[in-house]
C-alpha cells in the first residue's frame, strides 16, 4: 500500500498557475504510474492525467490539455501537477492516485489515493 499526500492548493484568480504535489511514502512509488483527479463541488470525480512510472509517457484529459503538465521526481518520491491559464471551472478537491497496472483514466485502477488539497479559482 502507497501512502500519497497532497499539498499545493489554494486560492488563485483565473489565469494564474499552482503546482499541486503528490509525495508518496515508500521508495517503490518508483514502480507506481500516479494518476490525477478532481472533485468539484457535487460533482463526480474525474481523470485529470496521469504519467507512467518512468515519466516517460503522459496523458491528460481534454478538458486540461495544454494547460496541465504531469512530471514526477523519483529520486524524491513526488509527483508534480503545474497547471497554468486556471479557470472557475478548475475549482475542484485534487487527488492522486497509485496504479500498478498501466494509465488508465478509470478510477477503479487506481488502488490507493491521497487525501486531496482544494483548488479554488476566482473568476
Known amino acids: 500500500q502507497v501512502q500519497l499526500v497532497e499539498s499545493g492548493g489554494g486560492l488563485v484568480q483565473a489565469g494564474g498557475s499552482l503546482r499541486l504535489s503528490c509525495a508518496a511514502s515508500?521508495?517503490?512509488?518508483?514502480?507506481?504510474?500516479i494518476g490525477w483527479f478532481r472533485q468539484g463541488s457535487g460533482k463526480e470525480r474525474e481523470f485529470v492525467g496521469v504519467?507512467?512510472?518512468?515519466?516517460?509517457?503522459?496523458m491528460y484529459a481534454d478538458s486540461v490539455k495544454g494547460r496541465f503538465t504531469i512530471s514526477r521526481d523519483n529520486g524524491n518520491n513526488t509527483v508534480y501537477l503545474h497547471m497554468v491559464s486556471l479557470r472557475p471551472e478548475d475549482t475542484a478537491v485534487y487527488y492522486c492516485?497509485?496504479?500498478?497496472?498501466?494509465?488508465?483514466?478509470?478510477?477503479?485502477?487506481?488502488?490507493?489515493w491521497g487525501q486531496g488539497t482544494q483548488v479554488t479559482v476566482s473568476s
Open positions: 492516485a497509485s496504479s500498478r497496472w498501466g494509465m488508465t483514466a478509470a478510477k477503479t485502477g487506481y488502488e490507493d
Open positions: 515508500e521508495h517503490t512509488f518508483r514502480n507506481y504510474y
Open positions: 504519467i507512467s512510472w518512468a515519466g516517460d509517457s503522459t
